[in-house]
C-alpha cells in the first residue's frame, strides 16, 4: 500500500512527467493551447501507457537487454496502431474528437521513457500503478499549462469565453507562449520543494 | 568470432524477429477486422458531409471517372447542378481530404473537411467551430453555428481562383462588411500559425477543379 501511495505520488509531484522529468514535451508545447486538447491528449496518453507498461513489464524477461529499445518501440507502435484501429472502427464519435491525438503518442516518449525507466524493472502491478500514476500526472500538467494558455490567449476555458471585453495576448497560444507557461510553471514547483525542505 | 558472439547475434536475431512476426500478425489480424467497419464509417461521413454541402433534398449523384479523375455529377430535376469532387492536400502532418461542391460556373457550394491529422491546437483548428458561449451561461444558449469558420468562408467564392492572405485577422474575427471584401476578391484567410494546413486544403481544391475543369471544357 505505502509503495502504491508513493508511486502515485511520483507521478503527479514528485517525477512529474512534463515539469520534472521533461519528457513528452513535443506533444505538450503543441497541445495546450485549450483545455480541450490537453485533456484528450491526457486520456489518449494515459490509456496507451497503462497499456505499454503492461505488456513490456510482462515481456521483460524474454527481450535480452541489447535489443530492448527496437522492441519497445516496437511493442508501442503497435498498441498505438492497434487501438486506432478499433477506435475508428466501433467508436466513430469518440474518434471524432480524440483520432487526431492517437499517432501523435506513439512519438510521445513519456510512453518510451517509463517502458526503459519503469517497467523493465518492475513486475506487472507496479508498472500498471506507474502507467496510471504518470499518465494523470502528464493529464495534469497538460491541464494546468492549457488552462493558463487558453485563458490568456484566447480568453476562453474549455471553449467557453470567459471575461467579456478582454483582449487576449495571442502570443500565449503561441509557441511562445508554451515555453513561457512551462517555465513559469517548473520555476513555481521548484520554489514549492525549496520551501518544504 | 567466438562462439559466445555467434549465439548472441542469433539470439537476438531471433527475439527481433519473434517481436516483429507477433506484432505484424497482430496487426494485420486486426486491420482485416477492422477493415470493412473503418470503410463503412467513412461512407457514412461521406454522406452526411454530401448533405451538407448539397441542402435541400432531391439531388442525384452520378459517379464518374473521367482521364484518371474521379468525381460525381450532381443533379436536381434531371439538370445537371454542379459537380462533387475530394481534393487531397498534403499538410503539416497529415493528407487533409476535403470534400468539395460547385455548380457549373465552379462556384463553391460547400466544402467538408473528411479527414486530417494536422497538429492540435494549430493546425487541427481548420475544423473548429467559432463560439460565442460564456463561461457563466453556457448552459443557457445553444450553439447556432455548428459549422467549421474555415470551411465556411469558401462558400460562394470561385475554385478555380482562390487566394490564401495571411498574418491578418482570422475570418471569424471579421465583422460582416470585412468579410463581403473577402469574397469578393475571392480571398481565403489563413489559421494564424498554420499556414502549411491552410493553403494545403485551398491549393488542393484549386488543383482538383482547375484539372476537372479542363476535361469537361474539352
Known amino acids: 500500500m505505502a509503495k502504491i501511495k508513493?508511486?502515485?505520488k511520483d507521478g503527479i509531484w514528485n517525477k512529474n512527467p512534463v515539469l520534472v522529468q521533461a519528457i513528452g514535451l513535443c506533444p505538450t508545447l503543441a497541445v495546450t493551447t485549450s483545455l480541450k486538447n490537453g485533456f484528450y491528449m491526457g486520456v489518449a496518453s494515459t490509456f496507451v501507457l497503462v497499456g505499454s507498461n503492461v505488456i513490456i513489464s510482462i515481456i521483460k524477461s524474454f527481450i535480452p537487454a541489447k535489443v530492448r529499445i527496437p522492441v519497445y518501440i516496437t511493442v508501442?507502435?503497435?498498441?498505438?496502431?492497434?487501438?486506432?484501429?478499433?477506435?475508428?472502427?466501433?467508436?466513430?464519435?469518440l474518434n471524432k474528437t480524440l483520432g487526431i491525438f492517437i499517432p501523435l503518442i506513439v512519438v510521445n516518449c513519456i510512453i518510451l521513457g517509463r517502458a526503459e525507466a519503469f517497467a523493465s524493472k518492475n513486475g506487472v502491478f507496479d508498472s500498471l500503478i506507474d502507467g496510471v500514476s504518470m499518465g494523470i500526472g502528464f493529464t495534469l500538467a497538460l491541464m494546468i499549462m492549457a488552462g493558463i494558455r487558453e485563458f490568456l490567449g484566447a480568453n476562453k476555458l474549455f471553449d467557453l469565453l470567459v471575461?467579456?471585453?478582454?483582449?487576449p495576448a495571442a502570443a500565449m497560444i503561441l509557441p511562445v507562449g508554451g515555453f513561457?507557461?512551462?517555465?513559469v510553471l517548473i520555476a513555481i514547483m521548484n520554489y514549492i520543494n525549496m520551501k518544504k525542505r | 568470432m567466438n562462439k559466445e558472439m555467434l549465439n548472441n547475434i542469433l539470439k537476438f536475431s531471433?527475439?527481433?524477429?519473434?517481436?516483429?512476426?507477433?506484432?505484424g500478425g497482430s496487426l494485420s489480424f486486426v486491420y482485416l477486422k477492422t477493415k470493412s467497419k473503418i470503410e463503412e464509417q467513412q461512407k457514412k461521413e461521406e454522406l452526411a458531409a454530401k448533405n451538407v454541402i448539397f441542402?435541400?433534398?432531391?439531388y442525384v449523384f452520378k459517379k464518374i471517372k473521367k482521364e484518371g479523375i474521379e468525381y460525381e455529377e450532381v443533379y436536381k430535376n434531371g439538370k445537371l447542378e454542379g459537380y462533387l469532387f475530394k481534393a487531397y492536400g498534403p499538410g503539416y502532418s497529415s493528407v487533409i481530404v476535403t470534400l468539395v461542391g460547385v455548380d457549373t460556373n465552379f462556384n463553391i457550394k460547400g466544402i467538408v473537411i473528411l479527414s486530417q491529422a494536422e497538429t492540435p491546437g494549430l493546425g487541427a483548428r481548420i475544423k473548429e467551430v467559432k463560439s460565442d458561449k460564456y463561461i457563466f451561461n453556457f448552459w443557457k444558449k445553444k450553439s447556432e453555428n455548428t459549422k467549421p469558420?474555415?470551411?465556411?468562408q469558401f462558400e460562394g467564392l470561385n475554385a478555380l481562383s482562390l487566394k490564401l492572405i495571411k498574418g491578418g485577422k482570422e475570418y471569424k474575427d471579421l465583422d460582416d462588411k470585412a468579410k463581403e471584401k473577402l469574397k469578393k476578391k475571392n480571398e481565403i484567410t489563413a489559421l494564424s500559425g498554420a499556414t502549411i494546413s491552410s493553403n494545403a486544403v485551398l491549393s488542393s481544391i484549386k488543383a482538383k477543379a482547375d484539372s476537372l475543369y479542363k476535361i469537361l471544357k474539352k
Open chain 1, 76 to 93: 508501442i507502435a503497435s498498441f498505438v496502431t492497434l487501438v486506432q484501429l478499433f477506435v475508428s472502427a466501433y467508436l466513430p464519435e
Open chain 1, 6 to 8: 508513493e508511486l502515485i
Open chain 2, 149 to 152: 469558420w474555415f470551411e465556411e
Open chain 1, 180 to 183: 513561457l507557461t512551462m517555465g
Open chain 2, 55 to 58: 441542402k435541400d433534398k432531391g
Open chain 1, 163 to 167: 471575461i467579456p471585453g478582454f483582449e
Open chain 2, 14 to 23: 531471433l527475439v527481433l524477429v519473434i517481436v516483429g512476426m507477433v506484432a
